[in-house]
């Protein structure tokens, strides 16, 4: 039997394809794979660390996190009574790292050309037996993009479930180290220095680590943990960041994520021991709807924020991301 050999009338970039939305001085790139956030500029100037179309996405840079933000410590959990084993997926670490969606495809529902609506299921699997339809909107305009995730239960269970976003943001043409953070956060997870396992919430008065309520450089100090006791504006919460130049961005939401992680980006060294270009390259800001191991509630003494979606039932979030100047 002859077997034609296979062959694409198109070529797809290796981040998926790639979608250009634009409204007055904003410009922005969404990719398919992981309904990723792959480029935002104002007036040319970026406001997230971008990555090129056809480059395999750097780790989880501008992915939408589904069903789960953060981490799954062991990469197992308990609920409704069965115990559930995920694959580990964080490298060096022990843990299921981000969700399962970071990797799908996403379906182009809708465009027009200040929107797109993706959409993906996450099917029934090893450690996640539910089948969980998500589907998410950018949207640009005046202040900003705007991103929404919404999550349906199509399973004839209940479904435990989070989300949250993976953007790295650039203040300006300056160093991270120079640039200004307000992050209106009034406890940190203390978590462990090997696994990032969550430990126990702290008060940030007085650390000069974790205490940003009063804007301030950011200098050498390494964050990559979870923070909560957000003050809030109008029921908003917002991190800012600014540039020596007077540049700068911010980030929106509201309360369906009562929960941000901050991670300085810090990179080891290449294995020629050069620098990796990621390192320090943005500042990542996530606002998530639980807890780090928030699939493991039961083992906190917090309220972790564990969202479970009803059969037939949806659940969304939202954030914003804006430039600023002063």
Not at 29 to 53: E, I, K, M, N
Not at 212 to 235: K, P
Request: hydrophobic letters at 45%.
């Amino acid at each position: 039997m002859l077997t034609m050999p296979h062959t694409r009338t198109t070529s797809i970039p290796a981040s998926g394809t790639d979608v250009t939305l634009r409204s007055g001085s904003y410009k922005a790139h969404v990719a398919s794979v992981g309904a990723s956030l792959r480029a935002l500029t104002l007036d040319g100037r970026d406001l997230v660390v971008p990555f090129a179309a056809d480059e395999v996405r750097p780790a989880y840079r501008g992915a939408t996190l589904v069903p789960w933000p953060n981490r799954v410590v062991d990469g197992e959990y308990a609920f409704a009574g069965r115990t559930h084993r995920l694959a580990l997926s964080d490298p060096g670490r022990p843990n299921a790292l981000h969700g399962l969606g970071v990797w799908l495809d996403f379906e182009i529902v809708e465009q027009s050309a200040d929107a797109v609506t993706l959409a993906a299921e996450i099917v029934p699997q090893a450690g996640y037996p539910w089948r969980v339809h998500v589907e998410t909107t950018y949207r640009l305009g005046p202040d900003g993009l705007t991103q929404t995730v919404v999550a349906t239960n199509e399973s004839a269970d209940a479904a435990p479930f989070g989300t949250g976003p993976h953007p790295y943001l650039v203040a300006g043409a300056a160093p991270l180290d120079e640039w200004t953070l307000a992050l209106p956060a009034d406890r940190v997870l203390e978590v462990t220095d090997d696994q990032l396992a969550p430990i126990d919430l702290a008060d940030v008065t007085g650390s000069a680590r974790f205490d940003w309520r009063v804007a301030r450089a950011l200098g050498d100090v390494e964050i990559d943990h979870a923070f909560t006791g957000l003050g809030r504006i109008d029921d908003l919460a917002t991190v800012r960041l600014l540039d020596p130049s007077g540049t700068g961005v911010e980030m929106v939401w509201d309360d369906a994520c009562p929960w941000v992680q901050i991670h300085t980006a810090d990179l080891p060294p290449l294995p020629d021991g050069s620098i990796d270009p990621g390192h320090r390259a943005g500042l990542a800001v996530e606002p998530m709807t639980c807890a780090p191991d928030a699939f493991n509630a039961d083992r906190y003494d917090y309220d972790a924020g564990l969202v479970v979606i009803e059969p037939g039932a949806s659940v969304a979030a939202s954030w914003r991301i804006a430039g600023i100047t002063i």
